[in-house]
């Protein structure tokens, strides 16, 4: 499975961008999806997930109330939609499949990973 995430830029506090990650392969439905991000100088750190159906979301507690993700698996895409976003948001987001299509929280619970993409929140 190979993963490619883009929409990524520079938006300022307040605002709102929508990430897309594409999947490759047959059997996208059964993957659990997520979405991660690390900042300059700190640790990858879990930002929201989706199992496989698209029927169940979970949300780090930073990000709850403003992302959204969703998935359409007719086009193998993931989405997060993000709003009313922060400077403290500022990162490269990634996303990840996982063979399991339940929620997925952990790093060490998906098997592969886009290249990132870059948000910066800046006035």
């Known amino acids: 499975v190979q993963l490619q995430a883009s929409g990524g830029g520079l938006v300022q506090p307040g605002g709102s961008l929508r990430l897309s990650c594409v999947a490759s392969g047959r059997t996208f439905s059964t993957y659990g999806m997520g979405w991660f991000r690390q900042a300059s100088g700190k640790e990858r750190e879990f930002v929201a997930t989706i199992s496989g159906s698209g029927g169940a979301t979970s949300y780090a507690d930073s990000v709850k109330g403003r992302f959204t993700t969703s998935r359409d698996n007719a086009k193998n895409t993931v989405y997060l939609y993000m709003n009313s976003l922060k400077p403290e948001d500022t990162a490269v987001y990634y996303c990840?499949?996982?063979?399991?299509?339940?929620?997925?929280?952990?790093?060490?619970?998906?098997?592969?990973w886009g290249q990132g993409t870059q948000v910066t929140v800046s006035s």
């Open positions: 990840a499949a996982g063979v399991s299509g339940h929620l997925l929280v952990k790093e060490t619970d998906y098997n592969y």
